[in-house]
């Protein structure tokens, strides 16, 4: 992760926990929803860094903040149950991993007050989760993997010299994909 990624990530952990500070006098813990595409390790240290820095934060799980996981094991058809199952915990947030779920989950929680924040989401924009770079969305707000592109031409160009062609396995159908086709 870069360091303006991990910045960025600790500045929405901050903001989240600073606006959820206020619940935390309560006697009852915070809820948290986490919906997760499916199990791996790179979505797994999302779900960790984002949990360190709540308790680096001040937020200690089980007394003062209660996580609830879910995922569905990549099948995206399921992705609109796992977020309604999170809603009805009436949870102070939800974290959402990858494209996918973010994108689910913007349209199911359109007007219910439950503030989302994403991970592991290339490129938001072109998925439409918010405006521009700069600015999140009413209600939803996160931080990208997108990959320094230049740096990985020149250092494939540097390995590979003479090579004349550079192929990009590539789903159509996901937003990530077309982003960083594009990009390259």
């Not at 948290?32 to 790179?42: D, L, M, V």
């Not at 999302?46 to 949990?51: D, E, L, Q, V």
């Not at 997108?146 to 090579?163: C, G, I, R, S, T």
Request: proline fraction near 6%; aromatic fraction near 6%; charged fraction near 15%.
């Amino acid at each position: 992760m870069s360091r303006l990624t991990k910045s960025f990530v600790s500045g929405l952990v901050l903001a989240g926990a600073l606006a959820l500070s206020a619940a935390n006098a309560l006697a009852e813990p915070i809820r948290i929803g986490i919906a997760n595409f499916g199990e791996h390790p790179q979505l797994a240290a999302s779900i960790a860094g984002f949990k360190k820095a709540m308790a680096e934060n001040g937020f200690v799980e089980g007394t003062d903040v209660v996580y609830t996981e879910s995922h569905t094991n990549f099948d995206a058809s399921l992705v609109p149950q796992m977020i309604a199952k999170l809603q009805a915990e009436q949870p102070k947030l939800i974290y959402t991993i990858t494209t996918p779920v973010s994108q689910i989950a913007k349209k199911a929680l359109a007007g219910s007050g439950i503030p989302v924040v994403f991970s592991a989401v290339t490129d938001p924009v072109a998925a439409k989760l918010v405006p521009s770079w700069e600015a999140g969305d009413d209600g939803m707000t996160g931080a990208t993997d997108l990959q320094d592109v230049a740096a990985v031409m020149e250092f494939a160009h540097k390995l590979l010299p003479n090579a004349k062609r550079f192929g990009v396995p590539y789903n159509p159908g996901e937003a990530n994909d077309v982003a960083l086709l594009d990009k390259i």
